[in-house]
């Protein structure tokens, strides 16, 4: 994993509190089968002071600080506007806004949040401690990739999955079930932590084959074996929460609301998470 050290931009001051930004651009998405690689490192980062603007895009500009947006070549991407995304404190509290002139969409994500922001858009308080925000180029197959934290973490701070697990992600994004904790295993929390690893890490959403992502995040072989196994735990916990909720939810009808009940529990999961992250699987290691 790489260790990265936050480069700090201006003067202290301004009224906000610092700001953690941590940049990547995650590539090859449309064929990715473990999100780990790209969600646990970083191209860039900076600190930054509630006196200084950010920008992101094509060519930015008109901010402190301009961050250019390339594709495969390492040239401009084309399908990013000119300046497509500003963040700046105004009021003392960070904001975000679309600058595109066309449809870009802009995503905010963290555990239970989504937000698409787009041109006509107010400007969108940033309020949890973290979260991440998005912008996606044509075909999908690439996401450039902002995770943003007010506050922290500090100069020693690591890769980007720190601002994710030093307690950020318990305090931006409490626990929010409210039928009573769920008796889970430590194995069903590696399941589950497995099973909604995006969503766990506010990934944008995007269309994902489950199974053979949880199984290889589990570290176990893509066999039907393995696939059936995955059946057999994840029905009996859909059974489960469909007792507690008093719902259905059963199959792929029932899979949206499944999710948001994980994820209405996620601080169940946080040291699954954690293992999960600190484990890469042989495929990534070789």
């Not at 293992?275 to 699987?281: A, K, N």
Request: net charge positive; aromatic share 6%; with cysteine.
């Amino acid at each position: 994993m790489m260790s990265v050290e936050p480069r700090h931009d201006g003067p202290a001051g301004g009224g906000a509190p610092a700001l953690a930004v941590f940049y990547r651009r995650a590539a090859g998405l449309n064929r990715e089968t473990d999100p780990r690689e790209n969600t646990l490192h970083v191209d860039d980062r900076w600190v930054l002071t509630g006196r200084r603007t950010f920008g992101f895009g094509r060519a930015p500009a008109g901010v402190d600080i301009a961050v250019k947006l390339v594709d495969d070549s390492g040239t401009q991407d084309p399908a990013v506007p000119r300046l497509a995304g500003r963040i700046a404190a105004p009021d003392g509290r960070w904001t975000l806004t679309n600058h595109a002139t066309g449809k870009t969409k802009i995503y905010l994500t963290a555990p239970g949040l989504y937000r698409e922001i787009i041109k006509d858009s107010p400007g969108e308080v940033l309020v949890r401690t973290w979260q991440m925000v998005a912008i996606r180029a044509s075909g999908g197959d690439i996401e450039h990739r902002f995770t943003l934290v007010i506050g922290g973490p500090g100069a020693g701070a690591g890769a980007v999955h720190a601002a994710n697990m030093a307690g950020l992600w318990e305090t931006g994004a409490p626990t929010t079930s409210s039928v009573g904790a769920p008796a889970w295993s430590h194995g069903d929390r590696r399941t589950l932590a497995a099973y909604c690893y995006p969503e766990l890490h506010g990934l944008p959403p995007r269309v994902r084959e489950r199974g053979a992502q949880t199984l290889l995040l589990l570290d176990r072989e893509l066999t039907e074996a393995s696939r059936k196994w995955l059946e057999k735990q994840l029905g009996r916990l859909r059974k489960d929460a469909s007792a507690r909720l008093g719902v259905d939810l059963q199959g792929e009808r029932g899979t949206p609301e499944f999710i948001e009940y994980i994820l209405a529990n996620r601080g169940l999961l946080m040291d699954a998470l954690r293992e999960l992250d600190s484990r890469p699987t042989r495929k990534l290691q070789r």
